[in-house]
């Protein structure tokens, strides 16, 4: 079945940049995404790659996509306290009515 | 402004004692999705509608159940609340690449 992997803690200091990795399995994948999750909040949508590009740019973050090896990661800039958070990686599969089937979570946790 | 709606944000309900939860969504996308997220771990789907036709997950216990009257609002039934079913309830929406949730509403039960 379907199964996506993610470490879960990363911790880095104030104003490095953070690299969040994950790694899927459904090589049928469409949309691969990344969220966010402050404690006792839902999830927000950070950005999101369709399966056909290796990169996305958004601001301070960088997702790269390597189809072949099925690894994604999210890179975030200049990290700060308040992006301390469990970030989500999930993945779309195309025959699967749009679910999302998410990793475990990495609770970033970021030092000043 | 808020795309994904969820009421009430907090919910208590005794042991057995039934309960709804309710979403809307201003997107207007034929889509809606429920998760449950317990404790530490990753949201997991218990159903999905594609405009009204409904698909449960083979795992979703029978004790829950879903409603979608129209495009906008959709509604998680849990008809006899086990302690185990405390956990926080997400609703979503989306096309096939953004997909957008709710803040959740987070069920006690005692």
């Known amino acids: 079945g379907e199964d996506v992997e993610q470490s879960l803690f990363l911790s880095v200091r104030e104003g490095d940049s953070s690299v969040i990795n994950c790694t899927y399995t459904?090589?049928?994948?469409?949309?691969l995404y990344w969220y966010k999750q402050e404690p006792g909040a839902g999830l927000q949508l950070l950005t999101y790659?369709?399966?056909?590009?290796d990169m996305k740019q958004d601001q301070r973050l960088t997702v790269l996509l390597n189809k072949k090896d099925k690894h994604l990661s999210l890179r975030i800039a200049d990290t700060q306290t308040g992006d301390s958070a469990i970030y989500f990686c999930?993945?779309?599969?195309?025959?699967?009515?749009?679910?999302?089937?998410f990793g475990q979570g990495t609770e970033l946790s970021v030092k000043p | 402004d808020a795309m994904v709606i969820q009421n009430p944000r907090y919910q208590v309900t005794q042991f057995g004692k039934p309960v709804t939860l309710s979403c809307s969504q201003t997107?207007?996308?034929?889509?809606m999705y429920w998760y449950q997220q317990k404790s530490s771990q990753a949201p997991k789907l218990l159903f999905h509608?594609?405009?009204?036709?409904?698909?449960n997950e083979a795992d979703t216990p029978d004790n829950f159940q879903s409603r979608r009257p129209n495009t906008s609002f959709c509604f998680l039934d849990i008809r006899s609340p086990g302690l185990g079913d405390a956990a926080m309830y997400l609703c979503?929406?989306?096309?096939?690449?953004?997909?957008?949730f709710g803040p959740g509403t987070r069920l006690l039960v005692l």
């Open positions: 509608y594609y405009d009204k036709d409904f698909n």
């Open positions: 459904d090589s049928s994948s469409t949309y």
């Open positions: 979503a929406t989306g096309q096939p690449g953004a997909k957008y």
């Open positions: 997107l207007n996308h034929n889509v």
């Open positions: 999930a993945e779309r599969g195309d025959n699967q009515g749009g679910k999302l089937i």
């Open positions: 790659i369709f399966s056909n590009m």
